[in-house]
Each structure stands twice: as structure tokens, then as C-alpha cells.
């Protein structure tokens, strides 16, 4: 059964995304897939450049996602396999090594699902920064003679 708060679910995605590109994962994409799978909300799928990369990408999303009190159900990742999967129950995140992800092709599995904007969920409202004062400069003492 999913989850009927899809506001929270979009509320970890973008933790995750936030983490993730922090973190210098490589072709960040979120698929809604919803409509398509029963057992999930969310695929976020990423690319990491060695397997101390993906490690740290792990670790990094572990933190993010206990973080936030959300229970992982499970990650699933062999020696040297190129490939990590974190459930957290609405959301699974895959990363892979750029070989791995080419070569399993999730994306176009899931073809169907729609396409998250990843700039969007990253994108921090900008406000307008307050105009900085700046001193008049202090007037030359006159030289006494």
C-alpha cells in the first residue's frame, strides 16, 4: 500500500536531491512513478564516478533520510557490484557507476512514469538582498601648520 501523502514523499525527494548534488552525484533524475508502480512513488536514480563514490553517496542519503524520521525499509548493494538500492518505502533510490546504470537502462523500464524536474526541486527561492550601506568616506582632517 503507498502512501496517500505525496507531499512528505516530494519533501524527501528533494532532501535526497539536495544531498545527492551536494555529494557531486552525476545525472540526477526523479521519476513519479505512481500511476505505474504499486509499491513506491518515486525512483531517484543517480550516477556515481568510483565505488568510494557510491559509498559516500549511501552514507550521505542514510543521514538525510534518518534525518527525517523516515524508515528505510531496506538497501540492497554487493561488493563491487556498481549498483546501490535504498528503499525508503514511497521513494527508491538507485545509484550506480556509469557502466551499471547504461548498462541496466531503469530509466527506460520506466519510460512510461513522468519526469520530476530535478532543477526545480533543487531551486531555492532567491529574495532580494537588502541593500548594503555604505559609509561616506570620512572628510580629510585639515593639516595643522
Same mark, same amino acid.
Given at each position: 500500500?503507498?502512501?496517500?501523502?505525496? +507531499?512528505?514523499?516530494?519533501?524527501?525527494?528533494? $532532501? /535526497? /536531491?539536495? $544531498?545527492?548534488?551536494?555529494?557531486?552525484?552525476?545525472?540526477?533524475?526523479?521519476?513519479? =512513478?505512481?500511476?505505474?508502480?504499486?509499491? @513506491?512513488?518515486?525512483?531517484?536514480?543517480?550516477?556515481?564516478?568510483?565505488?568510494?563514490?557510491?559509498?559516500?553517496?549511501?552514507?550521505?542519503?542514510? +543521514?538525510?533520510?534518518?534525518? @527525517?524520521?523516515?524508515?528505510?525499509?531496506?538497501?540492497? @548493494?554487493?561488493?563491487?557490484?556498481?549498483? @546501490?538500492?535504498?528503499?525508503?518505502?514511497?521513494?527508491?533510490?538507485?545509484?550506480?557507476?556509469?557502466?551499471?546504470?547504461?548498462?541496466?537502462?531503469?530509466?527506460?523500464?520506466?519510460?512510461? *512514469?513522468?519526469? =520530476?524536474?530535478?532543477?526545480?526541486?533543487?531551486?531555492?527561492?532567491?529574495?532580494?538582498?537588502?541593500? +548594503?550601506?555604505?559609509?561616506?568616506? $570620512?572628510?580629510?582632517? *585639515? +593639516?595643522?601648520?
Amino acid at each position: 500500500m503507498k502512501s496517500k501523502n505525496i +507531499k512528505a514523499s516530494l519533501e524527501l525527494v528533494k $532532501a /535526497c /536531491c539536495r $544531498a545527492l548534488d551536494d555529494k557531486k552525484a552525476a545525472d540526477l533524475r526523479v521519476l513519479d =512513478v505512481s500511476e505505474q508502480s504499486s509499491i @513506491t512513488d518515486f525512483l531517484i536514480i543517480a550516477t556515481a564516478t568510483s565505488d568510494p563514490h557510491l559509498r559516500a553517496l549511501r552514507v550521505e542519503l542514510e +543521514k538525510v533520510i534518518d534525518a @527525517t524520521k523516515t524508515k528505510i525499509v531496506g538497501i540492497e @548493494t554487493a561488493q563491487e557490484s556498481g549498483w @546501490t538500492v535504498i528503499d525508503a518505502f514511497d521513494i527508491m533510490i538507485h545509484l550506480f557507476s556509469a557502466d551499471r546504470r547504461e548498462h541496466y537502462g531503469l530509466e527506460n523500464l520506466w519510460k512510461d *512514469a513522468d519526469e =520530476v524536474s530535478v532543477a526545480k526541486l533543487l531551486a531555492v527561492v532567491k529574495t532580494k538582498a537588502p541593500k +548594503k550601506r555604505v559609509a561616506a568616506p $570620512a572628510k580629510a582632517k *585639515a +593639516k595643522k601648520k
